[in-house]
């Protein structure tokens, strides 16, 4: 059967790899857990929809076992690990909009990074492990779409693997709806804050304002809606046993084109849930691919490449360009923290020193704020994974 999105997905799916990491070296510099796990995470679901919907683009036969495992895994761990990484972005953003003085302290920055890794990598992983319990068979195939996990659409699978999407967006929802609740509070000292700090501006601030918004639109209607899609559209199986759930585990389901496309809910699940992977790729480089600090790397990298075959930028754009990055600066050897474009450490007003370099979630300790020069703190749709099974279990949209 003719598939209307080829050659369209795989071609925009590995643009939209590529294009994700390209904020990636600059955010790494700066220590933007948040916002380079979603980078990380995104391109890896773009790399593998895309390689599933070229080696099965015309028939769905098992040749790759072992690539499927993987697959699978994969795209078990992206349901939450995009929401994840999203809660660690909005949860950053809510400490900037909530205090108001500035210390720098290199113990808070990493117990902070530390932090964001645990909810934006343990949550995936542990995801991972527990889809492994609800899981009918080892995997399905879906021709022209590729590999997806089996989950046996019972009554366990909700609290084990389908709702957690929807909850950590709903978690991030908080965070943002305090976020511009404190926006708003502080709207007559915002000017005043913004003048003591060269690294923020009140364009960045609203800009960061609509990432977040955005997040709050999107997140949990998405993940809403493939609850709905499972619960109201496929037969919900009694929990008997593990023994009975896993009972001929290594069977492979294979769905001809032909077959599934006959099912609306069915079309409508699985490519809303691997267009919904490029969407989240594009979109995030649209906030940051443009960015100043954007456009100066690219433009340093342009005249790297330049000079390398004979050409020589003009005098007022190299000085430019190395000014830009400290280069020959007069006094300082050594990068400072406004010349990789990062926010200081932000505390609150009643703490005017540091006294212990551990790092506390209350509101009343120092919090690390390293985020890029133009957009700190992004707030990008956030997306869920599908996945299906042998008894009539529709594939989780994104």
């Known amino acids: 059967m003719f598939d209307p999105s080829y050659p369209a997905f795989p071609v925009l799916s590995f643009l939209g790899f590529v294009l994700v990491l390209i904020p990636l070296p600059w955010h790494l510099q700066a220590w933007n857990a948040g916002t380079c796990l979603y980078m990380i995470w995104t391109a890896v679901g773009c790399l593998n929809l895309f390689i599933n919907s070229i080696v099965w683009s015309n028939d769905a036969i098992n040749r790759a076992p072992v690539w499927c495992d993987i697959s699978t895994r994969i795209i078990v761990g992206i349901a939450v690990a995009i929401p994840a990484a999203s809660l660690c972005i909005n949860r950053r953003l809510y400490k900037i909009a909530t205090v108001q003085s500035v210390s720098v302290s290199r113990g808070h920055k990493r117990r902070a990074v530390m932090v964001d890794l645990a909810i934006g990598l343990g949550i995936p992983i542990a995801q991972m492990v527990l889809q492994y319990v609800v899981e009918g068979h080892r995997f399905n195939l879906w021709e022209q779409v590729g590999c997806y996990p089996a989950t046996y659409n019972t009554p366990l699978a909700y609290p084990l693997s389908i709702v957690w999407p929807c909850v950590i967006g709903l978690i991030s929802a908080v965070y943002c709806v305090l976020t511009l609740r404190a926006f708003m509070k ?35 209607p998405l993940s809403a809606y493939s609850i709905y899609l499972n619960v109201a559209k496929s037969p919900i199986y009694p929990w008997i046993s593990f023994a009975d759930t896993h009972g001929n585990y290594s069977h ?12 609306h809910e069915t079309v409508v699940s699985l490519e809303l849930s691997r267009w919904l992977m490029v969407v989240c790729a594009f979109v995030f480089f649209f906030f940051f691919g443009f960015a100043d600090e954007a456009r100066r790397n690219y433009k340093a990298a342009y005249w790297a490449i330049a000079k390398r075959l004979g050409m020589s930028p003009p005098s007022k754009l190299q000085s430019s360009i190395s000014h830009s990055y400290n280069i020959k600066a007069p006094v300082r050897s050594k990068p400072t923290m406004d010349s990789i474009s990062t926010l200081p450490v932000y505390m609150p007003r009643a703490i005017t020193t540091p006294t212990r370099s551990s790092f506390s979630t209350r509101n009343d300790d120092t919090f690390s704020s390293t985020f890029s020069e133009d957009f700190k703190f992004p707030a990008t749709p956030s997306s869920s994974s599908s996945s299906n099974d042998s008894h009539g279990h529709l594939p989780r949209a994104l």
Not at 195 to 207: A, E, G
Not at 252 to 263: E, H, T, Y
């Open 186 to 220: 502080r709207r007559a000292q915002f000017s005043d804050f913004v003048n003591k700090n060269s690294s923020l501006t009140v364009n960045r601030y609203f800009r960061l304002m609509a990432l977040a918004t955005t997040d709050l639109l999107f997140t949990v």
């Open 252 to 263: 492979v389901d294979q769905f001809p084109a032909v077959l599934w496309r006959s099912s």
